[in-house]
């Protein structure tokens, strides 16, 4: 399946410079890119949420972390509310999930999961001036998922679909 991956993101990086944006949580799924993207000279962004408090939660490779940014890549280390707070899974309920808005509740309806989680990193991306408009990226989450993109705005962040180059299946 890596090797579908890969093929198709150096079709995609034929057509010019391509940005890979990653969802990130231990930096091991950046890692078995990282030849692949020395290779072919591709600009890497890796966004990761920090799970303090989370008894199994491993940080972030120090050494990948090393390895992206020689590369001249980034990463982006995201705090949200939802992986530090320590409550009831009834005040979870009740406060924080009527916070999951209306379009990423519709992206992941489209895209499944790993759909959502990469528009909401390249958004990310956006957000923190590390994506230009007009730019083609890939974002890729886990194993199951992958998404050409092409920034159409970035105030507001916005993107159309290019390609899905993998989708994880939804589970109805």
Not at 24 to 41: C, M, N, P, Q, W
Not at 78 to 85: D, F, N
Request: glycine letters at 6%.
């Amino acid at each position: 399946m890596l090797a579908d991956i890969k093929k198709k993101i150096k079709d995609w990086a034929d057509d010019g410079t391509i940005t890979l944006v990653f969802a990130a949580t231990t930096g091991l799924g950046v890692k078995s890119y990282l030849d692949f993207i020395r290779e072919h000279r591709l600009r890497v962004i890796a966004v990761t949420a920090h799970r303090l408090g989370h008894p199994r939660w491993k940080p972030f490779d120090s050494r990948i972390r090393q390895q992206i940014e020689e590369l001249g890549g980034v990463v982006i280390e995201e705090r949200a509310i939802w992986a530090i707070l320590r409550v009831a899974p009834m005040l979870i309920a009740k406060y924080i999930v009527p916070l999951f808005g209306y379009k990423e509740k519709n992206w992941e309806e489209l895209l499944a999961v790993g759909g959502r989680v990469c528009l909401q990193i390249t958004e990310i991306a956006i957000k923190k001036s590390l994506i230009k408009e007009g730019e083609t990226v890939i974002a890729i989450s886990g194993e199951s998922t992958a998404l050409a993109l092409r920034i159409t705005s970035t105030k507001p962040a916005k993107m159309a679909l290019l390609d899905i180059i993998l989708r994880s299946e939804i589970e109805l």
